[in-house]
């Protein structure tokens, strides 16, 4: 018997088995035209208490080895993880819930185990290649992938996220009793991942059930990508042995009818997988014969309309999954993102593409007037129109680009009809949904010029990039360049949307293809040149990035491109850390190239400028500049733009420093919020806003949740930019910070050192971010009693600071209170005075918790040098500051006052402790507050 008999009995085998041994029997009499080898085979299959049995096992191992599995058990330890519970088991892996060893901090994982022995190399491979897969994709409704392991044992496995009290998605909704269109919101989060893979060049190729899990709160994680498919479409061979080689590892009830059949794949593939799981889950029914594969899928479509027709009433939903369904997959949603969308639009009730006579359908869906809409859509289509007619009349002659540009522009107006007062009436669409429906429509139209659909492609691309949404420019500009692959202009638009997504990896290989110098456009060629110089600049290597912008200076540029490069420019001396010099360049271009306040370009150089004050110390200017743009903003590009999740990541910065640590953390959570819904769960913006959460729960006392955001925060930035970059070492620089004020100085130093080294040798000893490092190092040695040392580094800082930033009082107050805090560490409590008063001097702004910390460090010195009135005189000035910052029922306020009462006391000023413990009392009662802490304090100094 060959290998495809093998695997057809067992297909049948495994359709058949969740029946009693008769009813399987019977069913498998029905069916008349199976070869009789084959039916043979399936019927031992069953004879046998339903398992396969050792015949098959030893006919498949002729061509495909199945040995025996490696027993793991709970307690058993694989490298750093020891295995606390099985969760799950397949044909080839085991899965285990396991914990770091000797680690109290870590979340338990989910550990992937190889499970076959070495002789497997194929199936070993496969495993191997999840994990290369999983390291690829980084999205909040994909599992979420630590590392992969090959030890020195032979071990393959994968750490991955635990998805505690996670349920396959079957059982999520039956347990929650959804209706219809709840399953198809939790379904629209597959979609989001599925799409996100897709992109990433990856398809599923096994969504079913149980590789769609949900947990408690309602996330929906796509996993195992054990058989997932990178996509390559000049290797034709490789897809077939792809095809051959994961025949057996598909789940017949929700694979495509190319799976079955051993076609080559494509991402429609996944699109059917998902709508057969919607059937499974809106029916509570299989979505095909039992017999599917014997009939090679012919009976698909018909058994799927009859079960979705006696199954759901509404039309609208039916033709979504029919149309997802098809048999012939050119008749399929072409992509993930329509098919998304078309479900998004059902759940909102607006027209669906799926439905017929779309347009006429479309009128009689709409209820109110939208004239305000219809304002807002004539500038957009007027604007997509003459974007592509300034790009159909560059490389064409007149005549026909003029043909060209009337088509295009009577397609835009068909597109944007919806929006006409005389025939809309009032669906709720936003920009972002006219630029999906007119998208989906030309994805749609096979009949379109391929010349006019690639400029369509583009022109919506820019449309998309210039409100920030920028995966969706890069999924339309990939299209595009599949119809022209080397164009000059997609390819200019593809690097800049990618690098401003912080695909790095992917900016680079594009960026390795690409030949700009023969580029007949100057704008696209300094576009490019642009992002090359950038990512230079963001890897640290500032000569090869400065050589590169002199490249750009040669060029004959219009004045867009010259402000572009200006702007570029600044943001090299930013990362160099010369700072001053950039806000010089920005305010000189504003001065020469002034732009309209609310237009998008100058919104972004502010952003720049915020960050470059920031650097500098100048947080008032920062702060204002930030609460502007941030207005402005909300006003012309809504609440979700990636710029304004900058503004909010600035925002919490300011806020943190200034004691606003609740608003801080809105603010940082407002900017997480924007960053996963554009990018997923990695991006440079969404890394910023955690290490600011970290901060700001630092300054709480919350060390805990603060050392797992800056950790998250520290690794995110390293994966996307290395080890070395500026933005990485900061952020590792935070976390040694929080380690520091948790009792693990030891852990800190090493990390403080390593960052230094780098700094000293790619940015230099005098530079600013040199320096902060330099004072870290001086407080973790302090803690470690070092004193002399922490001293002797301390003291350089603070004169590196004078020699190199004069000018600088915030920066310079700031080293003598970390000189200040060393002293009061070390018991010299004269010279703590010292340092720790020439910070507060002439204080006007900067870091409001560290200028409160001096004020208590210098009223602890004078209690020690038995100064009492003095002591007393700061201590009522250090909790007077934190009533400013905090607020008068704050607990951090509360503990002030009693940590003061309780110095009184060992000044025998006992008077005074009554008053300031009476104080408290009066606060707590005054305003119904329940603090177990401060009461139980408060008992502690009244005995």
Known sequence: MDLNKLKKANQIYESLADKTIDEAMNQLNTYDDLDHEVLKLVKSLISNSQQPTAYF???????????????????????????LELIGQGGMSMVYKAQRVNSETQKPVAIKLFNLPNQSPGLKARFQAEQTILAELSHPNVIEFHHGENNEQGNSYIVMELIDGGLPIDEYVNKHQLNTKQIIALLLQATEALQYAHNHLIIHRDVKPSNVMVNESGQLKVLDFGIAKLINPDDTHMAKEQAKNTLMALTPSFASPEQINAQSIDVTSDVFSLAAVAVYLLTGQQPFPANRMLKSCVDDEVHVRKLLKSNINDQDLRNVLNQALHQDRKHRYANMFIFSEDLTDWLAQRPVSASKDSWRYRLNRFAVRRTALFVTSVVLITTVIAAVIALSMQNQAIKLEAEKANAVKQFMLDSFSVTDPNVSQGVDLSTKDLLRLAAAKMTLDDDMDPVIKFELYVALAVANGRLGYYPEAIALLNYALLVQPKNEQATALLAAYLFNAAEIETVNELLAQTQEDGYSSTTDKAAVKRVRTNVLA?????????????????LELTDMDSIRNQALLAEMYYLKGESDRSIEIIQQLKITHPLPATDVFNLGLNSDLVQYYDRVGNYSAAKSLTLENIEVYREILGDQHPDLGIAFNALSAFQWLDGDLDEALVSAETSKQIYRKRYGESSEGLAQALGNAGVAYYYQKKYEPAIDELTLAADMLEGIFGADHPETMSAKGNLAVILNATDYPEKALPVLQKIYAVEVDTLGKNHRSTIYTQQSIALTLANLEQYEQAIFNARE????????????????????????RIYFMAGDHQLALKANLHHIEHWTEGNENNYARSLQLIAGSYQALQSFDQASEYYQKWTDHLAKIYGETDVKYLEGLLEWAEKSQQ?????????????????????????????????????
């Open 538 to 554: 963001q890897a640290g290597d500032y000569e090869q990035a400065f050589a590169q912008f002199e490249s750009l200076q040669t």
């Open 907 to 943: 000044m025998d000023r006992h008077e005074q402790a009554n008053a300031l413990m009476l104080q408290v009392q009066s606060i707590l009662t005054e305003n119904d507050l329940e603090l177990d802490d401060i009461q139980a304090k408060l008992k502690e100094l009244s005995r």
């Open 57 to 83: 096992d030893a006919k498949v191992s002729q061509h495909y080895q199945t040995p025996h599995s490696k027993t793991w058990q709970i307690g058993d330890q694989i490298d750093d993880y020891e295995l």
């Open 797 to 820: 800082s603070i004169q590196l600071i004078t020699e190199h930033f004069p000018n600088q009082p915030v920066f310079i107050k700031h080293a003598h209170s970390v000189l200040g």
